[in-house]
């Protein structure tokens, strides 16, 4: 069974810091893009961060350009490291993976999706 499963979600005040981590299984992603998603209650899920299957391309959203780094630690292992946190980064982070080169910055292009992790940023 294919899964990518996130961790590493949680409460914390605006300014502090996180590193999400997603762990895929039942196949190899080697080849694949890996993106983050993040989706706030109502709205749309929207891209955070994407990465090329080699590392060679990396896109962030505007919106945590210099304060997110996203990278591939491996074949099975993507982090998003996520410091200066904002109230607005508040949201489910879903990761994906996408046979699609560059990363693509819409989720329909992803055809593997985690279960999600939660973070809540606070004032």
């Known amino acids: 069974q294919v899964q990518l499963v996130e961790s590493g979600g949680g409460l914390v005040q605006a300014g502090d810091s996180l590193t999400l981590s997603c762990v895929a299984s039942g196949r190899s992603f080697e080849g694949f893009a890996m993106g983050w998603f993040r989706q706030g209650p109502g709205t749309e899920r929207r891209f955070v961060a994407g990465?090329?299957?080699?590392?060679?391309?990396i896109y962030y959203d505007d919106s945590v350009k210099g304060r997110f780094t996203v990278s591939r630690v491996n074949a099975k292992i993507t982090s998003l490291r996520m410091n200066g946190l904002k109230i607005d980064d508040t949201g489910v982070y879903y990761c994906?993976?996408?046979?699609?080169?560059?990363?693509?910055?819409?989720?329909?292009?992803?055809?593997?999706w985690g279960q999600g992790t939660q973070v809540t940023v606070s004032s």
């Open positions: 990465i090329s299957w080699n590392g060679g391309k």
């Open positions: 994906a993976a996408s046979g699609a080169d560059p990363p693509p910055t819409t989720p329909r292009w992803y055809g593997y």
